[in-house]
C-alpha cells in the first residue's frame, strides 16, 4: 500500500518551509519555549522529507 506522503510529499515539503520561516521569525520576536519546540518540530519534519525519511 502506498503512503500518502509519497505522492503529497512536494505539496508538503512546500507548505512546511514556509511554516518554518513564519515560526522563526515568530521566535525571533516573541520568543517562548512553545514557539521554539513548535520550531523544532517543524524544521525535523523538513529535515525528514530532505533525507527521504518520509
Not at 505539496?11 to 521569525?25: D, N, R, T, W
Amino acid at each position: 500500500m502506498e503512503r500518502w506522503w509519497y505522492k503529497n510529499r512536494y505539496a508538503v515539503k512546500g507548505v512546511i518551509f514556509p511554516l518554518i520561516c513564519i515560526q522563526f521569525v515568530h521566535t525571533l520576536i516573541l520568543p517562548t519555549g512553545f514557539g521554539v519546540f513548535i520550531l523544532f518540530a517543524l524544521f525535523l519534519i523538513y529535515l525528514g522529507f530532505l533525507f527521504n525519511v518520509y
